[in-house]
């Protein structure tokens, strides 16, 4: 990503709708749906970014967090320091390490999604688990997509392919449902005339259509744990490894 980006994102992730909102559903699937045999757990979060899931994670058990922009590092690094169960890493290589992965929204920021899946799954253990989330729809892909440096979104068939090569899947959803509609319209009205929107979006919105967005979105961990949305602007995936 570009360095603005990220500096929106350490400004804005503790409070924008989106984030607090997708923390809450990946809290939701690893509480019902992750086997973490004890609070000593060892989890990844790679790729964390501005640190948006870390102090959540670290109710699970320690968390490793690996982050590429040295800059973001340094401030997670910073500003987790007192914190006993989370730790900055260099990128990982202790292999059959960990119990769990979180990869929140990276893999679209891999050039070649196969091999890096293929050397998270060496990193976890004979039992681990890895969750995953990816933006939704080629169709949908936007100037927004280009600034945050992805090479592509997914259809639920086309992750589902990359993962299955490496894990058992638990669970496999499209989300972000019940707001897929009308967001999809606008990113489609601004590509049509080629409006720059990401600068709007990634801020934090008025107080009571933050809410409102948020509630939305938050909502849906309440039914993903029991059912698959037909589609959405993202996917959620929880594999095992085999």
Sequence with gaps: MDPEVYLRHIKNQKSHWWFSARREIIRSIISKKVNLRNKKAKILDFGAGSGTNIKMLSKFGEVYVYEKYAKTSKFLKQHF??????????????????DLILVADVIEHIKNDDIFLKYLSK????????????????????????????????????????????????????????????????????KIFRINFIDS?????????????????????YLLNFINFP???SLIALGKKK
């Design 81 to 98: 320091i007192k914190f006993k169960k989370i730790k900055i890493i260099k990128k990982p290589k202790q292999k059959g390490f960990f």
């Design 231 to 233: 589609f959405g602007l």
């Design 123 to 190: 990193l976890l253990n004979k039992n681990g688990q890895i969750l995953i989330t990816v933006p939704a729809f080629n169709f949908l892909f936007s100037s927004k997509d280009e600034v945050l440096h992805h090479h592509r979104r997914y259809s639920k068939k086309k992750i589902k392919k990359i993962i299955l090569k490496y894990f058992k899947l638990i669970k496999l959803s499209y989300y972000n449902f019940f707001l897929f509609i009308p967001i999809a319209l606008l990113i489609i009205f601004f």
């Design 201 to 221: 979006v990634e801020k934090k919105s008025k107080n009571i259509l933050h809410n409102v967005l948020f509630k939305i979105f938050c909502s849906e961990k």
